[in-house]
């Protein structure tokens, strides 16, 4: 409970940076697709700003070969850590693939898949933005992904 004071501000800052994060992604060469509800490009925006009053510190990005981007990431991000966790202080990555997510899964129907991987395609990288300063995390994402072909 003692955290509750202070949600409201960590909640702000999760959401200004992962916007300021979601932006430099969108323009950056090496990725293919950023799709987070605070973008103007998400396809449902308009409806996520009547319905949501923060966009949150959770964003996704799709990068050409993710599998090997993924190691490539995990070796030279030194601000975000490679882990799977969700809303933590700290800025968090990780590599979803397709397959995996797939594998794992039950009671998929053929169109809930196909939908999945339309929105997926071979995988993508989930980022939850932590509390760091956004520029910095566009620094270390702007450094790894400079080792992505």
Not at 14 to 39: C, D, M, S
Not at 52 to 75: C, H, W, Y
Not at 106 to 132: K, M, N, T
């Amino acid at each position: 409970m003692r955290g509750m004071a202070t949600l409201p501000i960590r909640m702000r800052a999760h959401q200004e940076g992962a916007t300021a994060v979601a932006a430099f992604l969108e323009g950056h060469p090496k990725v293919e697709r950023v799709i987070y509800p605070g973008l103007a490009s998400h396809p449902q925006h308009g409806l996520a700003r009547r319905q949501m009053d923060n966009f949150s510190g959770m964003l996704t990005f799709q990068v050409a070969d993710g599998p090997k981007a993924a190691r490539i990431l995990s070796e030279h991000l030194e601000v975000i850590h490679y882990a799977v966790s969700l809303g933590h202080h700290r800025s968090l990555i990780f590599y979803l693939a397709t397959e995996d997510l797939l594998r794992t899964s039950f009671a998929l129907s053929p169109r809930q898949e196909a939908s999945y991987r339309d929105y997926a395609g071979d995988g993508i990288f989930r980022l939850s933005v932590g509390l760091e300063d956004p520029k910095d995390l566009c620094k270390d994402l702007d450094r790894a992904l400079a080792g992505v072909s």
